[in-house]
T-cell receptor
């Protein structure tokens, strides 16, 4: 069964304290892995798509990487405005349009 | 700006009283999705449309129905809401292609069932 597990469930950082969020996945042939940011009471906002192991993408203080079993979202020198829930999701080659989401990591950055 | 719009943002209904949530998009995407997200949980796909073709997830209750009258609009009907249906309902769109289908989400509708 395809599934996505994110860790930790919650992460508290001081401003400027870099860290990484983990997304472990099991899927029958990965078609793509997605990272989204979700603020309280809002819809997820697209960040990155990764297609194959070894791929990396960056946006401001965020960098996403992908291996055959997991993805990391690295946050460098976070600011309080980076506080949000970060969701990971996967699509399988044989799954059509179905996207399976993890439960997310809630990130709190304190000034 | 091209976007996904959901109305209403907040909906309160009574137990068993039918409710309809709406989603519209200006992205001209051919795929539209409905997700249910409960507090601190992953978004759960209910169904999606690929153009006019409706695709229901196997574990989506019969209580949930959907309509897509045209490319821009999609509706979620909950025929007899129960207390367990209280959640955030998210609409998303994507455009099918040879690569993965990045989904773009609306702001969601928060449903309360009294």
């Amino acid at each position: 069964e395809d599934q996505v597990t994110q860790s930790p469930e919650a992460l508290r950082l001081q401003e400027g304290e870099s860290s990484s969020l983990n997304c472990s996945y099991t899927v029958s042939g990965l078609r793509g892995l997605f990272w989204y940011r979700q603020d309280p009471g809002k819809g997820p906002e697209f960040l990155f798509t990764l297609y194959s192991a070894g791929e990396e993408k960056e946006k401001e203080r965020l960098k996403a990487t992908l291996t055959k079993k997991e993805s990391f979202l690295h946050i460098t020198a976070p600011k309080p405005e980076d506080s949000a829930t970060y969701l990971c999701a996967v699509q399988a080659r044989t799954g059509g349009f179905k996207t399976i989401f993890g439960a997310g990591t809630r990130l709190f950055v304190k000034a | 700006d091209a976007m996904v719009i959901q109305n209403p943002r907040y909906q309160v209904t009574q137990f068993g009283k039918p409710v309809t949530l709406s989603c519209s998009q200006t992205l001209n995407h051919n795929v539209m999705y409905w997700y249910q997200q409960k507090s601190s949980q992953a978004p759960k796909l209910l169904f999606h449309y690929y153009d006019k073709d409706f695709n229901n997830e196997a574990d989506t209750p019969d209580n949930f129905q959907s309509r897509r009258p045209n490319t821009s609009f999609c509706f979620l009907d909950i025929r007899s809401p129960g207390l367990g249906d209280a959640a955030m309902y998210l609409c998303a769109t994507s455009t099918s292609g040879v690569s993965t289908d990045t989904q773009y989400f609306g702001p969601g509708t928060r449903l309360t069932v009294l």
